[in-house]
């Protein structure tokens, strides 16, 4: 098992450049996350998604969007990158209410 | 602002030392409370977890007690070793509207076990 897939690793953006992060969970779980990592703030909640077809905002929602594409996908979209959202994210997935997450290797993200 | 305040911000330890970190919330809803290890290059795993209506739980040399009344919580490290050198998030977890849950992390502690 796989668990929680990110691609890309690694990728490097001029400002207002826009692309997805993808990821996918081969564990079944009905709930998904994105959190974005920066050095001094822990980790914070970008936006999650509870079960298939619904979508939250989390403590940081401004400028991403998401997509649950189905129950295995949960797409982060920034449209109009800005180089304050250089940061690691990280996707996890967890089972409807429950309390442990499974997270990515992360996607470290520059903007230049 | 942070609803889980983390700390210290890093923290070096000798080799066999107790190594402890500090946790502080103050939304009374969070139900959950576990702690998450980092390695470089690695996402965060979970570490130990504990349900509010219990004060103390150890899993191996992993200890984190509990103060209900303080809105308090810690992770004790019981005879480091250097493999224990990683990030150690505190978290809280509260459950939205529909039940899902929804998990908040603190600052995270970088801790450096020395041999």
């Known amino acids: 098992n796989a668990g929680v897939t990110q691609t890309p690793k690694f990728q490097v953006l001029k400002t207002g450049q826009s692309m997805t992060l993808q990821c996918a969970q081969d564990?079944?779980?009905?709930?998904m996350y994105w959190y974005r990592q920066d050095p001094g703030m822990g980790l914070r909640l970008i936006y999650y998604?509870?079960?298939?077809?619904?979508?939250d905002k989390g403590e940081v929602p401004n400028g991403y969007n998401v997509s649950r594409l189905n129950k295995r996908e949960f797409s982060l979209r920034l449209e109009s990158a800005a180089p304050s959202q250089t940061s690691v994210y990280f996707c996890?997935?967890?089972?409807?209410?429950?309390?442990?997450?499974?997270f990515g290797q992360g996607t470290r993200l520059t903007v230049v | 602002q942070q609803q889980v305040k983390q700390s210290p911000q890093s923290l070096i330890v000798q080799k066999g030392g107790i190594p402890i970190i500090n946790c502080a919330y103050e939304n009374t809803a969070f139900d959950y409370f576990p702690w998450y290890q980092q390695f470089p290059g690695k996402g965060p795993a979970l570490l130990i977890a504990i349900r509010p209506d219990v004060s103390e739980k150890k899993e191996g040399r992993f200890t984190i007690s509990f103060n209900k009344s303080a809105k308090q919580f810690s992770l004790h490290i019981m005879d480091s070793q250097p493999g224990d050198s990683a990030t150690y998030f505190c978290?809280?977890?509260?459950?939205?509207?529909?039940?899902?849950?929804?998990?908040?992390f603190g600052s995270g502690t970088r801790l450096s076990i020395r041999p």
């Open positions: 996890a997935s967890s089972e409807y209410g429950a309390t442990e997450a499974f």
């Open positions: 978290a809280a977890s509260i459950r939205d509207s529909s039940s899902a849950s929804k998990i908040i």
């Open positions: 998604s509870a079960s298939e077809g619904t979508t």
């Open positions: 564990m079944n779980h009905n709930s």
